[in-house]
């Protein structure tokens, strides 16, 4: 009411407020990058950009899975435990051929995605809880299975999804943007991606209204942990040995950011695909950033902080209005 | 005809046993299971009921215990922090700087600093109606920046000598201090949840924060005051273990955040708020690190065995919860 009192002919500010609002990510986005293309030396090159896609694939890949998780309402804290052990079982069954290998890591990720699917859905724990014990027991697993150590993978094929580039673009860039596209597919134009939004919106209506809100669940989840195996072959591929101690590790909290930062609200009910690829972007570009001028890295976590308040607070207007 | 009122009333007499045995089994669940454990344990493990032993497991769960008591508050009204693990590494290190120049300037300055911290927590979540997930996630990454810039992501050691040593490995009557100061956490912070107005405040916030509104209760200062809490706590919690350690790790406390609402969960509290106490809170820290003690007894399972026993334990408390509320609604 007040936004609409202050609107005058001329330029109607609440018309430009609530743009940015809807879309401040993105001008975050541009404006960083801006700033690096005055400050940061050789930041306008194919490698800087390269690089930067790279990195945040796997971010971008388990970003999606959480996005859905919190367009129901819920959570996925499991993406780094999950994709720890996608790193661990991938190289314990190459020996049969890369296809068994990237079958086992993906059905590893999918298993994971179930248990905290039917927590969630069948037994009424709350996600948060379902999949910080994930969390927590997902890592122990994959390090007991790797046998405490990293083993090297060889294999050719697993290889080039790390560090191909088919046409000069990164694989991972195509794997994860390849992602990207299914999940935008599945939240915007089929009836799962509605019934996503219907659960987060008001779960009791959707279940009332007759929609599958059990299964939905746990496709949501078995989605997410799908997503956190694929990120951790792409990441355990790019190093070209399964590391279950570091990868994955504190992604989630990067995942989480990515997803609220794009402009999907904690409180369900809303799904933002772009947005959060934008949010990934943006908080890597950050890092990247302070990388790039021999900042002290640590201050870029304090930035991302103050930038993640910034983000939430702009945005809760139109959330409550 | 004169037997059937009896038997209706002896029926709904049982199922009202019944429900009663289910509710005190959800809410005071957690010191069953901790009384069972104890029991098994000593009669399994030689060693376990040493002095010695003992007092490795409380003193292993005296830091985390001090930020359970906080986090106990801010669960019960329905909210979540998520950076008091950071706040603990803040908190040692801004006693480890502290400490040359004053001893007593490096107890107060840490609990006092991230007093403040929470303080912006509270604010941010009552006053501008943030969700606390996300206020209290940018505090996790924010805070433990701020831990690792002001110490070059270096540790920073304490020189022995001054009393401040005392307070993190100094004993009264043979306990050791970090000990004594938990208990009373645990003491006062029951007492306030349950004997006082701000107590009850807490409650109503956490069953519903519309009604506590409408009923004309300080909804909003109770908040800022559990997050305040909070935050000095883990600042306190970190200055201690700066003086156990002797030292001010900037990575201290990591994931201590999910430690402690393990605890507070397998405690019986429950997540969407208005439900829980103290005690059971206790139970619950007291459980993580017998929990721990045991694997490291047993020790031919590895630390990685332990993370998937602390999972799948708290998957386990959290089913059987799910089911026993399930049954009580029912």
Same mark, same amino acid.
């Given at each position: ?9 001329? #330029?109607?500010?609440?018309?430009? $407020? ?32 390269? +690089? ?21 309402? &819920? ?61 927590? &027991?997902?890592? &122990? ?17 697993? #290889? ?115 947005? $959060? ?11 990247? +950033? ?13 930035? +991302? ?17 | ?73 801010? @669960?019960?009204?329905?909210? @979540? ?250």
């Amino acid at each position: 009411m007040d936004r609409e009192a202050t609107s005058n002919k001329f #330029l109607d500010i609440s018309t430009v $407020t609530s743009w940015v609002r809807g879309r401040g990510v993105y001008v975050a986005f541009v404006v960083l990058a801006i700033f690096n293309l005055i400050v940061t030396p050789n930041f306008a090159s194919v490698a800087t950009l390269s +690089t930067l896609l790279i990195t945040v694939s796997p971010i971008v890949l388990v970003s999606l899975g959480v996005a859905l998780a919190i367009g129901t309402e &819920g959570i996925d804290l499991s993406v780094g435990s999950v994709m720890a052990l996608a790193s661990a079982f991938l190289p314990l069954y190459l020996g049969y051929g890369w296809l068994v290998g990237l079958a086992v890591a993906l059905l590893v990720g999918a298993l994971a995605g179930l248990v905290n699917g039917s927590l969630v859905a069948f037994v009424g724990v709350q996600p948060i809880i379902a999949t910080l014990a994930m969390l927590v &027991g997902g890592r &122990g697993l994959a390090q007991i299975f790797a046998g405490g150590q990293s083993l090297l993978v060889t294999d050719p094929v697993v #290889l080039w999804l790390g560090q191909g580039r088919p046409f000069g673009i990164p694989a991972p860039v195509i794997v994860a943007g390849a992602a990207v596209l299914v999940v935008w597919f599945l939240a915007r134009r089929t009836t799962f991606g509605r019934y996503v939004v219907a659960i987060g919106g008001n779960r009791s209506a959707s279940y009332l209204s007759g929609h599958p809100v059990r299964r939905t669940l746990l496709a949501v989840y078995v989605i997410s942990g799908l997503l956190a195996a694929l990120a951790g072959i792409v990441a355990t591929a790019r190093l070209g040995a399964s590391d279950p101690s570091n990868i994955g590790l504190l992604i989630e909290l990067s995942a989480i950011t990515a997803v609220v930062v794009g402009g999907t609200p904690l409180s369900g009910g809303k799904v933002k695909i772009m947005g $959060t690829v934008m949010g990934a972007l943006l908080i890597q570009l950050i890092s990247n +950033t302070f990388i790039a001028n021999n900042l002290p890295f640590t201050w870029a976590q304090v930035l +991302t902080a103050a930038i993640i308040l910034v983000a939430v607070y702009v945005q809760k207007g139109r959330g409550v209005a | 005809m004169s037997t059937r009122p009896a038997d209706t009333e002896s029926a709904v007499r049982s199922t009202a046993w019944r429900e009663r045995l289910f509710t005190t089994l959800q809410r005071r669940g957690a010191i069953a299971v901790l009384i069972l454990v104890v029991a098994v344990s000593a009669l399994v493990f030689d060693n376990f009921l040493t002095e010695q032993n003992l007092e490795n497991i409380v003193l292993q769960g005296a830091f985390l215990g001090l930020i359970v008591v906080g986090m106990t508050f801010v @669960i019960i009204s329905g909210g @979540i922090d998520l950076s008091v693990g950071s706040m603990v590494g803040l908190g040692g290190i801004l006693a480890a700087l502290t400490v040359q120049f004053s001893w007593p300037l490096a107890l107060i300055l840490p609990p006092l600093a991230c007093g403040l911290l929470g303080l912006g927590n509270g604010l941010l979540i009552a006053k501008a109606n943030m969700a606390p997930f996300i206020v209290t996630l940018a505090g996790l990454l924010g805070i433990r920046g701020l831990a690792l810039a002001f110490a070059n992501e270096k540790p920073i050691g304490i020189d022995g000598g001054s009393p401040f040593d005392w307070f993190g490995q100094g004993q009264i009557l043979g306990i050791s201090v970090p000990v004594i100061v938990v208990v009373f956490a645990f003491a006062v912070g029951g007492l306030v949840l349950a004997r006082t107005s701000y107590g009850r405040i807490i409650f109503a916030i956490g069953g519903s924060e519309e009604s506590a509104r409408l009923m004309g209760l300080p909804v909003d200062r109770t908040k800022v005051i559990a997050y305040t809490t909070s935050g000095a706590l883990a600042g306190l919690a970190g200055a201690l273990l700066a003086a156990r350690l002797s030292a001010g790790d900037p990575n201290a406390g990591l994931v201590w955040e999910l430690d402690a609402i393990s605890a507070v969960v397998v405690g019986g509290t429950l997540l969407t708020g208005g439900v829980g106490t103290m005690s059971g809170s206790l139970a619950g820290v007291l459980l993580l690190s017998i929990l721990q003690n045991l694997i490291n007894q047993v020790g031919t399972l590895g630390s990685y065995a332990q993370q998937v026993v602390s999972g799948f334990f708290l998957i386990v408390v959290v089913v059987v919860q799910a089911y026993l509320t399930r049954k009580e609604r029912s």
